[in-house]
């Protein structure tokens, strides 16, 4: 089982709209959770990050924790064709918190 | 601004060459890793680093090295260059756990052809 599971997609949303993009992970000791953005050609970069349960809004984005669950949400509210990328989330630990584990990222397509 | 830089956007090698990568931070991070990634598998760990001269296998290591001699720099060794190795290269580098603001901060990344 991967530590980080996420739907590839893609997700295609019409302009204006809100995108919801999840991700699942494995174990229950997992403490910090990251969305990325990464255009095609181009490295991730950080959206939010959240560590705990909850809610966590920056912008149009929010970021959503349900540790019980083991899930995380990421939702971008009024979606522009530039929200257009792929989406890596992304574990922190748990069994060394000095790693990083991602899933292997949604597409998401923003139509105008 | 955080910055880690990697060497080279691009590269072709042919097989059977030694191919370093390197990547340098200015941000006296403590962690350094090296990913790869492919269409459809997302980023895989090669190797990280928590210190100088400490390194960890991450979940490909085989057919790669590393070495951290200073703290600003990983480097990124491919002992013989094989096609399999064709892929995106990531450095990342971010403090530990607790301390300071503890994402993964990216490089450009270095698309590696091996022919």
């Known amino acids: 089982q991967k530590e980080v599971e996420q739907n590839s997609g893609p997700l295609s949303v019409p302009e204006g709209a809100i995108a919801s993009l999840n991700c699942t992970y494995s174990d229950r000791g997992s403490q910090s959770f990251f969305w990325y953005r990464q255009y095609s050609g181009k490295s991730p970069e950080l959206i939010m990050f959240i560590y705990s349960n909850g809610d966590k809004e920056d912008g149009r984005f929010t970021a959503q924790l349900n540790k019980a669950s083991q899930y995380v949400s990421l939702l971008i509210r009024d979606s522009q064709p530039s929200d257009s990328a792929t989406y890596l989330c992304?574990?922190?630990?748990?069994?060394?918190?000095?790693?990083?584990?991602f899933g292997s990222g949604t597409k998401l397509n923003v139509k105008p | 601004d955080v910055k880690v830089t990697q060497s080279s956007r691009y590269l072709v090698k042919r097989t059977g060459e030694k191919v370093f990568l390197e990547c340098v931070q200015d941000m006296d991070h403590e962690n350094m890793f090296w990913y790869r990634q492919d269409p459809g598998l997302g980023l895989r760990l090669i190797y990280f680093?928590?210190?100088?001269?400490?390194?960890e296998k991450g979940d490909i290591p085989e057919g790669y090295s590393v070495s951290r001699e200073k703290k600003e720099r990983f480097s990124l060794i491919l002992e013989s260059a094989s096609t399999n190795q064709t892929s995106m290269y990531l450095c990342a580098s971010s403090f530990s756990q607790g301390a300071g603001n503890t994402e993964a901060f990216f490089g450009q990344g270095t698309r590696l052809t091996v022919v």
């Open positions: 680093s928590y210190d100088v001269k400490m390194k």
């Open positions: 992304a574990v922190r630990g748990p069994y060394n918190f000095n790693k990083f584990y």
